[in-house]
């Protein structure tokens, strides 16, 4: 589903209408899983000054291979999905940013369970005595799935590799709790 809203340029401040996803179905649009992946489905380039800016208006990701859906809205928009109907089985995430909405596909790609991957978070920021770090999954990697993360260190990315095991690990911990 396509919308057309006034945009404002953040290089040039020129207004443009722009369209924009409200709707992203990878069912029907299976075109689109990659340019969710590469982010490139949520920029639009100014026809005044060409400086490539992100869109940030609220976004519903539907992807019924992985039974997914995201919510993506900074204002916690919430959307009451019928748990019945075409959409039964699905899981169903908020994301706060275009950022979290692309890791939440990423993690679903990888088979792996975001609530188990936060654990992982936590006890790698531990690892770190980093606190308020944002770590973001990035990919399995290696014979061994060591699990990828990325986080900012001065402006720039920097990534981390943590063993499966400790995923292992948390996912005990997590289905212990599930029990
Ligand atoms: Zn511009």
Redesign the pocket.
Same mark, same amino acid.
Not at 9 to 14: E, I, K, S, V
Not at 46 to 51: I, L, M, N, V
């Given at each position: 589903m396509i919308s057309e809203i006034p945009l404002k340029?953040? $290089?040039?401040?020129?207004s443009?209408n722009v369209r924009i996803h409200t709707m992203i179905n990878t069912g029907s649009e299976p075109e689109m899983k990659a340019k969710v992946l590469d982010g490139s489905a949520f920029l639009w380039d100014?026809?005044?000054?060409?400086?490539s $800016?992100l869109i940030d208006s609220p976004t519903v990701y539907i992807d019924p291979q992985e039974k997914l859906i995201v919510i993506c809205s900074k204002e916690g928009l919430s959307v009451e999905i019928p748990e019945d109907g075409p959409y039964a089985g699905f899981s169903i995430r908020q994301a706060d940013s275009i950022g979290a909405l692309i890791e939440l596909v990423k993690i679903f790609d990888a088979g792996l369970d975001d609530e188990v991957l936060n654990l992982c978070k936590q006890v790698t920021r531990m690892e770190m005595k980093a606190d308020e770090l944002n770590l973001r999954f990035v990919r399995l990697e290696g014979a061994d799935n060591e699990i990828i993360f990325t986080y900012p260190k001065k402006g720039q990315m920097e990534m981390i590799a943590i063993g499966f095991n400790v995923y292992e690990d948390c996912k005990a911990i997590i289905d212990g709790h599930r029990r």
């Open positions: 340029c953040t $290089n040039c401040l020129n443009n100014c026809p005044h000054c060409g400086k $800016n």
